[in-house]
Nanobody, 121 residues
């Protein structure tokens, strides 16, 4: 299974970006999917997660109300719409597939390669 994250870039505070994670080599519709981020000197953390069918979502407190996770099972792709971006959102963003129901970064079965998001003040 391969995960290909894209869509990162440089944006001013208050701006928006949409990240995409395309999955190949597996049965995408069976997988819950998560977005994570890792800032320099910090541990990787969960940002948002979505169930295999899209009916259940999870958001970290720091992004709830600003970020939206979604998926298109026909395109084998999960998205992260990021609005009202803040400098503290600057990080490398990764998509991942969990082994089970935990969103802990230690519980991921597969990882994408990461895409850099930089928010300037």
């Amino acid at each position: 299974v391969q995960l290909q994250a894209s869509g990162g870039g440089l944006v001013q505070a208050g701006g928006s970006l949409r990240l995409s994670c395309a999955v190949s080599g597996g049965t995408f519709s069976y997988y819950a999917m998560g977005w994570f981020r890792q800032a320099p000197g910090k541990e990787r953390e969960i940002v948002a997660g979505i169930s295999w069918g899209g009916g259940t979502t999870y958001y970290a407190d720091s992004v709830r109300g600003r970020f939206t996770i979604s998926r298109d099972n026909a395109k084998n792709t999960v998205y992260l719409q990021m609005n009202s971006l803040k400098p503290e959102d600057t990080a490398v963003y990764y998509c991942g597939v969990p082994y089970g129901s935990s969103w802990s970064p230690d519980s991921m079965r597969y990882w994408g390669q990461g895409t850099q998001v930089t928010v300037s003040s």
